[in-house]
């Protein structure tokens, strides 16, 4: 369901409520939340209220890339495999601090994407894209500024990070042991890539969380006799 912010889970006998920002209401046996961990505790409410320990961890959990800015570009042709350039580039000097060829597998859509400098969230889009054209167009040529399209986005918006991050060191508390457990009597999980124990922040990660979490569901309701592979 798309637009529905969930704002509040509150625990009722052996089911979940959950409530959004809509006033919809709907009644759960288990309740998976996928989004950050930091996200989650600030944007949601809990009744009862989550155990001190994990209220304190919820904020520290690092969201992985959300200091980036992603950006792609289109343009109508590969102009720079055809002047024999990779499309890769690394930088320290410029907006543009990594990017790839990002040329689909058909190769009928030509284009490039990778991330901006964190500091560029102050710019405006318009800005930001003058800059990143202007680069390109000191690396690879005056055809780098007649893109068929230009797109950025901002990751610390509400809807991935939602506030500033407590955080000292990448992958912060991602995959602590606490992030593991089920509450509200084993009815509600936490289940992202920066729950996950290994490659935490990664699509593995994000995998390995889900399986994890399916696992768990099984045995809640099967016991140790079954496995995910069984259902």
Do not use: C
């Not at 058909?106 to 991330?115: A, H, I, L, R, S």
């Not at 007649?146 to 912060?172: A, M, N």
């Amino acid at each position: 369901m798309l637009k529905s912010k969930v704002t509040e889970i509150e625990e009722s006998g052996d089911q979940l409520i959950v409530r959004t920002e809509n006033k919809d209401q709907f009644i759960a046996d288990h309740v998976i939340i996928s989004i950050p961990p930091q996200l989650a505790r600030t944007s949601i409410s809990f009744t009862p209220q989550l155990p001190h320990e994990i209220q304190t961890l919820l904020p520290t959990v690092q969201t992985w890339m959300s200091g980036a800015i992603k950006f792609a570009i289109e343009y109508s042709e590969p102009f720079w495999r055809q002047e024999g350039f990779s499309g890769m580039i690394y930088s320290h000097a410029g907006i543009i601090v990594e990017m790839y060829d990002h040329t689909n597998l058909e190769e009928n859509k030509f284009g490039v994407t990778g991330f901006l400098n964190g500091g560029s969230a102050s710019y405006s889009q318009e800005v930001r894209k003058e800059f990143v054209l202007k680069q390109l167009a000191e690396l690879l040529g005056e055809k780098a500024v007649q893109p068929v399209s230009y797109f950025d986005k901002v990751w610390t918006d509400e809807y991935i990070l939602g506030g500033k991050q407590i955080i000292s060191r990448p992958h912060q508390n991602n995959g602590h042991p606490l992030l593991q457990f089920g509450y509200l009597n084993d009815k509600l999980f936490f289940s992202n890539t920066e729950t996950s124990p290994e490659f935490p922040g990664y699509m593995e990660g994000a995998v390995i969380s889900a399986k994890s979490i399916v696992e768990k569901l099984i045995k809640n309701e099967y016991g140790n006799s079954r496995s995910l592979f069984d259902i």
